[in-house]
């Protein structure tokens, strides 16, 4: 069981990260057009997380993020720090295995990393920020038993949009995309602020969450 599960987070957050990475590099092949390209990044990202969660909440409870697999497990207290150790490695291995197969798949060096660089206070401030509505949505809609899938690809839709980030809002996401120079790249430089800054807006959803919906959620 222990493997299966590891393998479903592995799979998750690699399919996703290939759909961000590849998504990206598709749209800048079809237009020149910056919003455009967002657009697109942002609706195949928005579609690919819903049938995700859909597809692997069973398998693994389809977090593909260590910062809401360590507040799942804070909150609920299911599973042991083993189990976490070992979906965060899933993660992050699959991050990086996803961004992968995306170059590949667009005829690209499958091992580069990305030159974009992604800096300043705003774009920090705003990591942390959707890590907390991120976290909110996840723990909100499963306490209230609503579709979790939708609303969670909902959000991040909706992120890229209203965040100057464009909302990466993980850690492990954010290690992964450093190894396409494409329109979702993230320049290594970058990388290690972004994932401050998204764990610290995982603290501070913690402590939201486990006032507004309670442990278990």
């Not at 990044?41 to 910062?67: Q, R």
Request: hydrophobic share 55%; net charge neutral.
């Amino acid at each position: 069981m222990l493997l299966k599960r590891q393998l479903g987070e592995f799979l998750g957050t690699g399919l996703l990260v290939m759909a961000v990475v590849g998504s990206g590099i598709m749209a800048t092949n079809l237009t020149d057009d910056v919003g455009l390209q967002l657009l697109a990044n942002a609706v195949a990202t928005g579609g690919a997380l819903f049938a995700l969660i859909t597809v692997f909440a069973p398998v693994s409870g389809a977090s593909f993020n260590p910062v809401v697999s360590v507040i799942s497990h804070l909150l609920d207290g299911r599973g042991s720090v083993r189990v976490l150790v070992a979906d965060i490695a899933a993660q992050f291995g699959g991050a990086v295995a996803g961004c992968w197969v995306a170059n590949a798949m667009f005829s690209r060096p499958w091992l580069e990393t990305s030159s974009k660089i992604r800096d300043g206070g705003p774009q920090w401030f705003a990591e942390a920020v959707a890590v907390v509505g991120l976290v909110l949505v996840i723990r909100g809609g499963t306490a209230a038993r609503a579709n979790v899938a939708a609303i969670v690809a909902a959000w991040i839709t909706g992120a890229y949009w209203f965040t100057s980030s464009t909302s990466i809002a993980n850690p492990a996401v954010a290690v992964g995309r450093m190894f396409s120079d494409s329109f979702a790249g993230i320049s290594p430089g970058s990388t290690p602020m972004f994932v401050v800054m998204q764990v610290a807006g995982g603290a501070v959803a913690l402590g939201l969450s486990a006032v507004l919906f309670g442990r278990g959620a």
